[in-house]
């Protein structure tokens, strides 16, 4: 079946390191995809979107990269800080404005 | 504050009570939207609102009943739930289609914590 998915549950890294967190797509039809932070007790929080027809887009410490050819998403996070710490969701939107999430990264910076 | 108010953030009620989860968004979005979140799954799509009009409805049992009188306000009607409804439930809004002048996103609310004993 389709499916948007994260390749490990949880990821830890040292304060000041680079984080990656990956995603997997089966929808080759899915033209925008967005990742989110959520943070415990809050709603899950925009951090950065790429559109199909790129392959790259850098934010404020944060860059996606699109491979359409395995269909696949990372996120990269520079020099992760504690504040970084939380659960990173990968999303696909589909036919219409379906939007579909992945499970979920944990991600948690040692200070 | 991310433009999308949900009221109440937490909420306990038997299977036989009636209750509602009210969402607004002060964003001047065209569509609301119904997620649920239970530990360890992903995000699952309830409804779709464009205009008000219901446009998905991703196979939701009838004990939750959606409803959107204008495109600013949704509610998520509950009746006769079940222990296994008991999950975080997201409103989202975002702005349709896609044009280039707006981004697609969708902003989320800070959910509502249910809980059915």
């Known amino acids: 079946g389709e499916s948007v998915g994260l390749h490990l549950p949880t990821l830890s890294v040292q304060e000041g390191d680079n984080s990656i967190i990956n995603c997997a797509y089966s929808?080759?039809?899915?033209?925008?995809f967005i990742w989110y932070k959520q943070e415990s007790g809050k709603g899950p929080q925009f951090i950065i979107d790429i559109r199909s027809n790129m392959d790259k887009r850098q934010g404020q410490r944060v860059t996606v990269l699109l491979n359409k050819t395995v269909k696949h998403l990372s996120l990269q996070i520079a020099a992760t800080q504690p504040g970084d710490s939380a659960v990173y969701f990968c999303a696909e939107k589909r036919s219409g404005n379906q939007f579909y999430f992945g499970t979920g990264t944990s991600l948690t910076v040692i200070p | 504050e991310t433009g999308v108010t949900q009221t109440p953030r937490h909420l306990v009620m038997g299977m036989t009570n009636k209750k509602s989860l009210k969402c607004e968004q002060h964003?001047?979005?065209?569509?609301m939207y119904w997620y649920k979140q239970s530990a360890k799954k992903p995000l699952e799509l309830m409804f779709v609102y464009n205009f008000k009009e219901q446009t998905e409805n991703n196979s939701v049992p009838s004990r939750f009943s959606p409803e959107c009188p204008n495109s600013s306000h949704l509610f998520l009607h509950l009746h006769t739930l079940q222990p296994e409804d008991s999950a975080l439930y997201l409103c989202?809004?975002?702005?349709?289609?896609?044009?280039?002048?707006?981004?697609?996103?969708?902003?989320f609310g800070e959910g509502s914590r249910l809980t059915v004993l």
């Open positions: 989202a809004s975002s702005q349709e289609p896609y044009t280039g002048a707006n981004t697609g996103e969708l902003f």
């Open positions: 964003l001047g979005h065209n569509a």
């Open positions: 929808n080759s039809a899915s033209d925008y």
